[in-house]
């Protein structure tokens, strides 16, 4: 199947029909969805978190939950799962397929993906649409550690900037090599200066991808009016993100370079690298109140990230008119009616598709008739 040519005046892209076969607790699922606002309500462990997953594989690596593909097929069946989504948008109707199951070429970590028939990397999905959430686990966001906040900025990066997955990609497979010289107590420095040149280009582009997020993300953050979710300050706590803007790149990826080749008997008696990207983290801080997010209450936390992703998803609309898919999981439990009923405006407004879930459908009372409400009972979903 080609891409069908889309009509002037398409909106953001939408999921438009699901189907899962062997995923979690779904042996065989087909859900016709619609645009806007969507939300999944039954009882806990009913399996709405389930369909968010599969709905996160939709983008390259292992979805909201980061479990392993092995996990992820359902307990009891045949082995492998497969997901197959036809999708709407600017560019047109389009589908995805991706899984485990069956014969072909094995891709990204063990999945196959395909895009309108024909084999694709899962890079590759990053070019039809992006997919950003908010799950339970992420509400230990601004206190857990540094690794959780990288991988939380570094998807906000790859919605507006796709090749940032490949440069961290290239990285960290530098990264790998580099670590194998140390562990195995390599004096060879051609081998050594090759890598570390590798890993200075890699690094400083992808600390160069984040400072401009971060920088663009302060400028719509401050254009936004005070309201029931608080603005975030948001800073980059790293040697190479602090020289962005301040040094030329080619500058920034000598001193990298540099500090890499003078650290290595360091290096080598910690049996790991220490100085990079992959040691930066990512500064929340609440700005009316000028605290740091750590400090801020659990309400408090999970409104400055609700605001983040809201002003992202902003963000993506303005450079590329291509607002990513939110999923939302169990949104509505720790927020207070007043900031649901902003969550649920400023979703409309954004014009995006929005999977949102929660064991009790009447939090989202106030939308009925505005959104397509869907009952989910183990393994089956039926239309509320």
């Known amino acids: 199947m080609t891409p069908t040519p889309a009509a002037d005046g398409a909106g953001p892209v939408h999921i438009r029909k699901l189907k899962l076969t062997d995923f979690r607790n779904y042996a065989a699922l087909a859900l016709d969805l619609a645009p806007g606002l969507v939300v999944f309500s039954g009882d806990n462990g009913a399996g709405k978190t389930n369909l968010l997953e599969a709905i996160s594989l939709l983008t ?34 389009f589908e995805i397929g991706t899984g485990t199951a069956g014969a072909g070429i094995i891709g990204e970590g063990g999945r196959r993906v395909r895009i309108n028939a024909a084999q694709a990397a899962a890079e590759d ?15 230990a966001l601004f206190t857990g550690p540094a690794g959780d906040r990288r991988r939380f900025l570094d998807r906000l990066v790859m919605a507006i900037d796709p090749g940032h997955g490949r440069r961290a990609q290239d990285y ?19 081998f050594f200066d090759a890598i570390e040149t590798q890993m ?45 803007g301040h040094a030329p790149a080619v500058e920034i ?87 649901r009923a902003a969550l649920f405006s400023i979703l409309e407004d954004l014009g995006c598709q929005s999977f949102m879930t929660g064991t009790d459908a009447a939090l989202f009372s106030s939308i009925a008739g505005r959104a397509q409400f869907l009952t989910v009972d183990h393994g089956s979903v039926w239309r509320s």
Not at 61 to 90: N, S, T
Not at 219 to 237: I, S
């Open 253 to 339: 990826e000598e001193r990298f370079r540099v500090a890499l080749a003078g650290g290595r008997e360091r290096d080598r008696a910690a049996g790991r690298t220490l100085d990079g990207p992959h040691r930066s983290d990512l500064v929340v801080r609440h700005r009316p109140k000028s605290m740091p997010a750590a400090q801020c209450s659990t309400g408090e936390q999970k409104a400055l990230l609700v605001g983040i992703v809201l002003s992202h998803a902003r963000l993506a609309g303005e450079m590329s008119g291509d607002v990513p898919i939110l999923l939302l999981d169990e949104i509505a439990a720790h927020l207070d009616a007043g900031r």
């Open 60 to 93: 390259p690596g292992r979805g909201l939950r980061r479990a392993p593909y092995g996990e992820v097929a359902r307990e009891g069946g045949p082995g492998g799962f497969a997901l197959h989504a036809a999708l709407d948008g600017p560019q047109g109707s």
């Open 172 to 190: 960290e497979k530098t990264m790998r090599g580099r670590n194998r010289l140390l562990a195995e107590g390599s004096r060879d420095g051609a």
């Open 200 to 244: 200075a280009e890699s690094g400083t582009a992808i600390a160069a991808a984040r400072a401009e997020m971060v920088g663009l993300l302060a400028a719509m953050v401050g254009r936004l009016p005070d309201g029931p979710f608080p603005q975030a300050e948001l800073a980059l706590n790293g040697p190479l993100e602090t020289m962005v």
């Open 125 to 139: 999905l990053l070019d039809w649409l992006r997919v950003l959430w908010i799950t339970p686990a992420m509400d």
